[in-house]
């Protein structure tokens, strides 16, 4: 299993906040706490990889849900903010880990990721996109692809965010026979800015089903 985890503030590591205004790093703090300490389990528990053959199905939808909100969120700005962090964590997924292969994975395959964790996100390929198998792949099926957020409210308005994640692919082209199952998970972390939604920190774990 690959794995990144965030060291304790303001040590260097995969998280990397200490970059950033000290008004995101608090924001970001008290959203990471509520994840951690949230009644809802992680998202795709139990897993649809453990069973089932392989077969020429689409890949599955995206299924994104309102976690914990802290501070007081009007329903409909509520959904808003789901959605719209939905939509970022999908064209992750898409752009860095499913559909045709060969094809080459850099900067652009991590919409939605601020520049600094853009750069660390290419590094840490093997974990945050399909980068390092995509010579030997032909193609990468979802199997499974929840998110639940956690909203964090200032004022009425959503201005941060931890999208919990579960991705389970179906890789052609690699492994016995051809074909492997993986399974990510973990954490992104997000701040808006009138609207729009950027990545800038995960924590993720990645393994073989």
Do not use: K
């Not at 200490?18 to 994840?35: D, I, N, Q």
């Not at 898409?94 to 660390?120: K, N, V």
């Amino acid at each position: 299993m690959v794995s990144s985890r965030y060291p304790s503030l303001p040590g260097p590591g995969r998280w990397w906040p200490s970059s950033l205004a000290l008004r995101v790093v608090l924001l970001t703090v008290v959203v990471s706490a509520l994840s951690s300490c949230s009644g809802d389990g992680e998202p795709g528990a139990p897993s649809p990889l453990s069973g089932g053959t392989a077969t020429a199905e689409p890949d599955v939808a995206l299924v994104v849900t309102t976690g914990t909100v802290t501070g007081r969120l009007a329903p409909a700005t509520r959904a808003t903010a789901t959605e719209r962090v939905g939509a970022v964590v999908d064209a992750w997924f898409e752009a860095a880990y499913l559909g045709e292969f060969p094809r080459r994975i850099g900067g652009r395959s991590f919409p939605g990721f601020d520049a600094r964790t853009t750069t660390r996100a290419v590094d840490d390929a093997a974990l945050t996109s399909n980068g390092t198998l995509a010579d030997r792949l032909e193609h990468v099926r979802a199997v499974n692809r929840r998110v639940i957020v956690d909203v964090l409210a200032v004022d009425g308005r959503a201005v941060a965010a931890t999208a919990r994640i579960a991705l389970g692919m179906r890789l052609t082209g690699v492994g016995s026979g051809g074909e492997r199952q993986d399974r990510l998970t973990g954490r992104l972390l997000l701040t808006s800015d009138s609207g729009a939604w950027r990545v800038f920190g995960y924590d993720l774990a990645r393994g073989t089903v």
